[in-house]
């Protein structure tokens, strides 16, 4: 029997760099998702991509992920060890998701390989699963957000996340506002960044001042390292934005969109420093553009695009420019 499963690529509206330390954050499943389609038996995986030269090629009793080759196969791997499928697996990936543009395209296969495997869970379990095959792929200690905005996408909605409780609330957004992904032109890698660096930094900030999550900023006071005071300022201030940004979607208030990415890029820029020369260019470009309400760097950072909320039509779709609508989440069908 032929099963096909599709699971979207996601952008972060904001909250980036919280989901590691239980904080907020603000994505939405978009409109460019991956499909996986084959049929079930055999004791292997084996998956041909539209993106890829090289064939997947995975046994299902086992194999460390973070060696197969080629490296793609491991997000392939990861799940199988994630999930530990019953049957193989035969079949296509296609995927307008970019590559190492920050949008997510390993979240969408993990998840869309897992469902043609036959995952049976909630959203929730799904992109549990789904995380742990990150990071056994990747090496990269990843937090959730990416594969549980593309479990659960919701049409037409951002999804606000608590890391923390694990709880999805869906948010409208507006009608008029589009969401545009730009591209820096610099594709990013996960593995070679300092994702994991930063990751262990904020965990030790949080030995010394407790959960940031919890965190209010005259706390800071309590690291004496002014550059551990820099990164956990940034998601400290960080989870505030994301509950401003909430509130000025829901009453529609455009200048205050506007002025939180503006707010989110500088932090990220200064005091996580996860930006690139390229990505300042560009988030000052889109800002000066008219009719284009605020920008920032979305996604991990190191490269990758930019997210714009801007009013429609002021930024046209092309080459490394794509004008996205919220999608619903990842879904299994027969056929
Ligand atoms: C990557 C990770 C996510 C999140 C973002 C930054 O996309 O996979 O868990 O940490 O970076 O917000």
Sequence with gaps: ????????????????????????????????????????????????????????????????????EPAWGRYVAGVVAAIQPAAGFTGTVTSPVPPGAGLSSSAALEVAVALALGFDGTPLELARACQ??????????????????????????????????????????PEGIEVVAVHSGERRRLEDSAYGERHAA????????????DADVPALRGLADPEARRRARHVITEN??????????????????????????????????????????????????????????TGAGFGGCAVALCEPGALAAGPGVWRLRAASGARRHPG
Excluded: K, Y
């Design 132 to 173: 742990r095959a990150e990071q056994v792929a990747s090496g990269v200690p990843c937090g959730i957000m990416d594969q549980l905005a593309s479990a659960a996408g919701v049409d037409g909605h951002a999804l606000l996340i608590d890391t923390r409780s694990l709880d999805v609330t869906a948010v409208p957004l």
């Design 202 to 213: 904020l965990a030790a900030a949080e030995q010394v001042i407790g959960p940031l999550r």
């Design 240 to 297: 505030a934005r994301v509950h401003a940004f909430v509130a000025a979607l829901r009453s529609d208030d455009r200048r205050t969109l506007g002025d939180l990415l503006a707010e989110g890029h500088a932090s990220l820029r200064h005091d996580l420093e996860v930006s690139t020369p390229a990505l300042d260019a560009l988030v000052q470009r889109l800002t000066a553009t008219p009719g284009v309400l605020g920008a920032r760097l």
């Design 1 to 68: 029997m032929v099963v096909t499963a599709t699971a979207p690529g996601r952008i972060n509206l904001i909250g980036e760099h919280t989901d590691t330390t239980g904080g907020w954050c603000l994505p939405m499943a978009i409109d460019l998702a991956t499909t996986v389609t084959g049929t079930v038996g055999g004791d292997r995986v084996v998956l041909r991509s539209d993106q890829e030269a090289a064939v997947a090629d995975v046994p299902i009793a086992g194999v460390e992920p973070a060696t197969v």
